[in-house]
């Protein structure tokens, strides 16, 4: 008896590191332009890896941007949408969302959307989700800020906002602007010029960080609740209790950063240097992918982003893949 007591208790240890190991599916999604003689299409890639090792690399799916529309970014983790409203003519019954999870085609109608409908995939929400600016009536100039409210008539604030970008740059801007609260905005009169928006219609000056003209002026906040304010390739960190900024290296979460003082983009995880050259750095856990391509007079074409880099933290490498394409953009992370 003692023995077949001996032989279970074996058996039994012997297999639980089988039953407790588990497989992690993580997968970049990206999006292209095939090259093609008549047709306007774009195209889905999906970088597999498991384990935090390359597995696969496949296409989802390709649109005919001329009916269908473009395709954005992940909504709600987990599906692709295109947008045709920019297409002459277009039908909304023309408009794709593919299902990451089981990749497959599916009836937007089916899918609950946050608030109120797939129209708030574009609009920027208060933490309480009661207000709202939409993202598409922020140009780069404006003198009327409109904030929706629920239950009540639209916020009119009155005042003038700006962004702008270098002359040579083919990006309009877009009006960068963050809620801070529920009550509060953070945005700008000009590049470097922070203000803060409050909901009785006060604009007051905040803070005044060196800035000159930008591309892409932005706000954003890191998973670790940093508040980050982008301008002339560099990022500040933001203390918006204390009133105060540190330049940092560009933030990119989950360890990686990126200094874009350099002559080529040049990429860390943590204090390591792991690499460099690149546009359009998105990060997880673990790994960092970046768009390339052939440099032109030290700036990077849009015809050329045909290089997707993809670094692993378990692998300590970097693996490169190439599109027969041009305009090759991250459009997220997504995990099984």
């Known amino acids: 008896m003692g ?22 599916k993580v997968s970049l999604i990206t999006k292209y332009y095939p090259d093609h003689p008549s047709l306007f299409l774009q195209r889905v890639v999906k970088i597999e890896f498991l384990n935090g090792k390359f597995a696969s690399r496949k296409d989802l799916f390709t649109v005919d941007v001329d009916i269908a529309g473009e395709i954005r970014g992940l909504y709600l983790d987990r599906y692709l949408l295109t947008d045709n409203q920019t297409v002459f003519g277009w039908k909304p019954e023309d408009e794709k969302t593919f299902d990451l999870q089981t990749e497959e085609f599916v009836d937007r109608k089916t899918i609950l959307f946050k608030k ?6 574009f609009k920027i929400f208060s933490p309480d989700g009661k207000k709202s600016i939409d993202f598409e009536n922020l140009p780069e100039k404006l003198e009327v800020l409109k904030i929706s409210i629920e239950g009540r008539e639209d916020l009119l604030i009155y005042g003038k906002f700006a962004a702008t970008v270098a002359g040579r740059s083919s990006i309009r801007p877009s009006l960068p602007l963050i809620w801070i609260d529920s009550e509060r905005i953070l945005t700008q009169r000009e590049n470097g010029d922070l203000v803060i928006v409050t909901l009785d219609s006060k604009v007051s000056p905040f803070l005044k960080l060196p800035c000159d003209e930008d591309d892409f002026p932005r706000f954003r906040k890191t998973r670790a609740g940093k508040l980050i304010y982008s301008c002339s390739g560099r990022e500040y960190r933001i203390d918006f209790e204390n009133r105060t900024f540190e330049r940092i290296r560009n933030d990119l979460d989950f360890g990686f950063s990126v200094d874009l003082t350099q002559k080529e983009s ?23 992918a970046v768009i390339s391509g052939k440099q032109r007079n030290g700036m990077f074409d849009s015809n050329d982003l045909n290089t ?11 693996h490169v893949f190439k599109v027969n394409g041009s305009d090759a953009e991250i459009l997220g992370w997504y995990k099984e």
């Open 3 to 24: 023995k077949i007591l001996f032989l279970l208790i074996l058996m039994t240890y012997s297999f639980l590191p089988i039953f407790s190991q588990t497989t992690e």
């Open 116 to 121: 109120n409908g797939i129209g708030d995939y």
């Open 266 to 288: 040049v990429y860390y995880y943590g204090n390591e240097e792991i690499g460099s050259g690149g546009i359009d750095s998105v990060a997880f856990e673990g790994f960092l």
């Open 308 to 318: 997707i880099k993809i670094w692993s933290l378990k692998e300590k490498k970097w």
